[in-house]
């Protein structure tokens, strides 16, 4: 019988604490965490109206913590992501070279539901809030053979960013990309396919509105980005990290060769429009930049003879300049380029810039042809070759050398932070007065809500002499937006060559989608829907 009374007690408490106002009661709720918000939906109708109008507004969380302990590393991001409402749809975690990546995966994927795609990997570097002192932490760690160094040299390599989100309007599905363990042949053309369904079932268009895709680090990357962008819409926005260790879990993780002798050798994060969206949530919207960090440099070359090396990945070649006959080899050609820095051999990195013309397609369909740019690393040179990093060189193609240079890339960071001024202006971004502290309006305005940041492991603070750099065009122009970003060797940013300062209409058709020495910035934004009458 005492049940009834305290039910109606209750009954009455909640009554009482409605008669403040929705909006203020709106305020209260959101500042509860995210488990206890969900409980606070079951007090009563009105609760839960407003509860259900608050975790339809998207959200972005993130924290990063340098504890030594990878428990307790995990325990303090976890803590801090789920300190607000919010349901989420995908968890992205990086950790340290000195973490077990599979423990750390469990540890992470067991404290979120079963049916939330999560994917877990060992980055270069994380940047991110700090969840102890609140501020913004650039950490970037070195990579040895043996945790003896690390301890040698003084050098900490641990640490843990948990990135959280939920992205109203949109779908999340989490698709692998497979390969077969015995000739390691990579399943593209069945990824494509099964993004073309994912995202038809759900938008009802064969292409999504965007892809976050994470290679391993084993994996050549470029022929997957080579059809992915002759596959989809260039409404279609990929980012991503194209070389690191990572584990995936996601209930929605389709293997379409029915292998079962297949390994994942990347996985894609595939955000599509909902058509099924409830009346009332509005638009999410992806915009990227990019901040460069390398500039030609030299007159332009024509390979000529060309050798693969895939034991060791790597090609050997001999090239001419155009309009000159005369075939050269690695050491004359490195000679040519040094005398155009000035004599100065030990620049922060050299790479060629491969223009190549091939024919793509899909499946069955029809192939077409594409032009694309691709970067190889340059290793040596000598009497007979220049050496570079990576396959898929043609004898015909036409190469150019680029050198990384950081007062262009901080140059390019300014140029970024324009871009996110107009961005600002464009979407008539309010201050945090006007925001439900996640920069999101709440007057019914454009807002951007969040960014991702994929930045090259060559930058950072050794790069600029300086830290934070990477993340100020961001930090500046959306302050107390969640913000956070990952150093990784390969930035993934669908795009072309004018993005390096080529902006001519033939450049234009050239495509470019995995950088170097660069910075991808990834902001999202949303409209709310108007107002029903």
């Known amino acids: 019988m005492a049940a009834k009374p305290r039910q109606k007690q209750a009954e009455m408490a909640a009554a009482t604490i409605d008669m403040i106002g929705e909006d203020l009661l709106h305020n209260i709720l959101s500042k509860l965490p995210a488990v206890e918000c969900a409980a606070a939906a079951c007090v009563s109708r009105s609760w839960n109206l407003i509860i259900t109008r608050l975790l ?62 999560v ?58 990309l497979s390969k077969t363990q015995g000739n390691q042949v990579l399943m593209i ?8 369904e994912h995202s038809s079932s759900h938008s009802g268009s064969a ?3 965007g892809i976050l895709l994470f290679s391993d680090e084993d994996t050549d990357i ?30 929605t993780a389709i293997n379409r060769s029915n292998n079962k002798a297949s390994s994942s050798a990347a996985v894609a994060l595939l955000f599509s429009t909902d058509r099924g969206k409830p009346p009332g949530v509005g638009e999410t919207q992806f915009h990227v930049m990019l901040s460069t960090g390398i500039s030609p440099i030299g007159p332009a070359y024509k390979a000529v003879s060309v050798r693969e090396r895939p034991k060791d990945y790597s090609t050997w070649l001999t090239a001419k300049r155009e309009a000159v006959r005369e075939s050269l080899d690695g050491q004359t050609i490195l000679d040519q380029i040094y005398d155009e820095l000035g004599g100065h051999i030990n620049c922060p990195a050299l790479y060629v810039g491969v223009t ?8 069955q369909e029809k192939p077409s042809w594409i032009n694309m740019h691709e970067f190889h690393e340059v290793l040596r040179g ?59 309006d709440m007057h019914n305005k454009k807002s951007v809500f969040g960014g991702i940041m994929f930045a090259c492991c060559g930058r950072g603070k050794l790069f600029f002499g300086e830290p934070n750099v990477d993340g100020s065009p961001f930090l500046e122009n959306f302050p107390g937006v969640t913000f956070s970003g990952t150093y990784c060797a390969g930035e993934i940013a669908r795009g072309d060559l004018s993005s390096y ?33």
Request: with cysteine; charged share 20%.
């Open 501 to 533: 300062g080529q902006g001519s209409q033939e450049h234009s058709s050239v495509r470019c989608c995995l950088h170097v020495f660069s910075t991808v910035y990834l902001v999202m934004s949303y409209t709310p829907a108007l107002p029903q009458h």
């Open 189 to 196: 053309d069945d990824l494509v396919l099964s993004i073309r």
């Open 207 to 209: 292409s999504p509105m």
């Open 56 to 117: 339809s507004l998207p959200n972005l969380s993130s924290s990063l913590s340098r504890n030594h302990n990878l428990q307790g590393a995990v325990n303090e991001v976890v803590e801090k992501v789920l300190a607000r409402p919010i349901r989420p749809q995908f968890v992205i975690a990086s950790i340290g070279p000195s973490f077990d990546l599979q423990e750390a995966h469990r540890l992470i994927t067991c404290r979120f539901g079963s049916r939330i795609p």
């Open 222 to 251: 470029k022929p997957v980005l080579e059809k992915l962008d002759y596959a989809f819409s260039t409404e279609t926005v990929i980012v991503g990290d194209g070389g690191s260790q990572f584990l995936y879990r996601g209930d």
């Open 382 to 440: 000598d009497e007979e070759y220049l050496y570079v990093h990576g396959v898929g060189i043609r004898s015909g193609d036409s190469f150019q050398f680029y050198q990384a240079k950081s007062d262009l890339a901080r140059v390019s960071c300014n140029h970024v932070s324009n871009s996110f001024r107009h961005l600002k202006q464009d979407l008539n971004y309010q201050s945090d007065d006007h925001t439900n502290g996640n920069g999101l």
């Open 356 to 363: 190549k013309r091939r024919k793509c397609s899909i499946g």
């Open 119 to 176: 994917i877990t990997s060992i980055s270069q570097g994380i940047f991110g809030k700090d969840a102890n002192i609140n501020e913004f932490e650039e950490v970037q760690w070195d990579t040895f053979e043996d945790d003896e160094a690390h301890e040698d040299l003084g050098i900490e390599n641990q640490g843990v960013l948990l990135t959280v989100g939920f992205l109203s309007g949109l779908t999340v599905d989490l698709i692998p």
